[in-house]
């Protein structure tokens, strides 16, 4: 028998009108925060709208990073980080995809080092502290809201590297299904592609005794089949 510790420490809140939640979560984390997402999607579709309207009522302070790039650049990562130092941010929140979190995850953690942010990717500095990251999902993939990873790109070394600590983990995650409902239809085809090749990554590594794994995974493979039809 395998010995093993289990941990997973982020408040998922999901349903239709989770958002309503979004203040009470990022509260006990300090009243500025960085919010971060992508290009004018989520502007188009109300979500923005939505998310600033319970910062402002909360009377929670905010800061904006937007365009992050599908796979995100370290220059993302440099220029949240410096606004996150300049302006005393207390918790980065990232509304989009994986992407978006991922991008958020990096400011978090490369916010508090002085030194080149690609330091941390590249494994010449070890952070040991990260600003809490929260997240509100509205593309179902890689599961970023609720892991301890970061994939970032460096276009200036043609690298594309992943960082993973404990320190990343998102302390909150709203999924609300609703939000998927905008997305084009290529993205959500990406995006279904994505989440099954990930349960392949898991499914065929060779691990002895991964009885009960290899039963999530097949679990998870045949609702994401059944239910892509439905999305589609």
């Known amino acids: ?68 790039d599908p796979n995100p650049r370290i220059a993302t990562v440099r220029e949240g980080a410096r606004i996150c130092r300049q302006n005393n941010v207390k918790l980065v929140l990232g509304v989009g995809g994986g992407s978006v979190i991922d991008c958020s995850k990096g400011i978090a953690v490369a916010a508090g080092y002085e030194g080149e942010a690609w330091d941390i990717w590249a494994r010449k500095y070890a952070p040991r502290t990260a600003l809490p990251v929260g997240a509100v999902l509205t593309l179902a993939a890689t599961a970023s809201e609720a892991n301890r990873n970061a994939v970032i790109c460096n276009p200036e070394t043609l690298e594309k590297k992943g960082f993973g600590d404990e320190i990343l983990l998102p302390k909150f995650a709203i999924m609300d299904p609703s939000y998927t409902f905008t997305v084009p239809k290529k993205h959500t085809a990406a995006a279904i592609a994505d989440t099954l090749a990930h349960i392949f990554e898991y499914y065929f590594m060779d691990i002895p005794g991964a009885m009960l794994q290899d039963e999530f995974c097949e679990g998870v493979l045949r609702t994401v089949v059944q239910c892509a039809g439905i999305v589609m």
């Open 1 to 68: 028998m395998e010995n093993f510790t289990f941990y997973l420490p982020t408040r998922i809140l999901f349903g239709k009108g989770q958002i309503s939640s979004l203040a009470a979560c990022i509260k006990p984390f300090g009243d500025k925060i960085l919010l971060v997402y992508g290009k004018d999607s989520i502007k188009k579709n109300g979500i923005y709208q939505e998310v600033v309207a319970q910062l402002s009522a909360a009377g929670i302070s905010y800061v904006e990073l937007s365009g992050v």
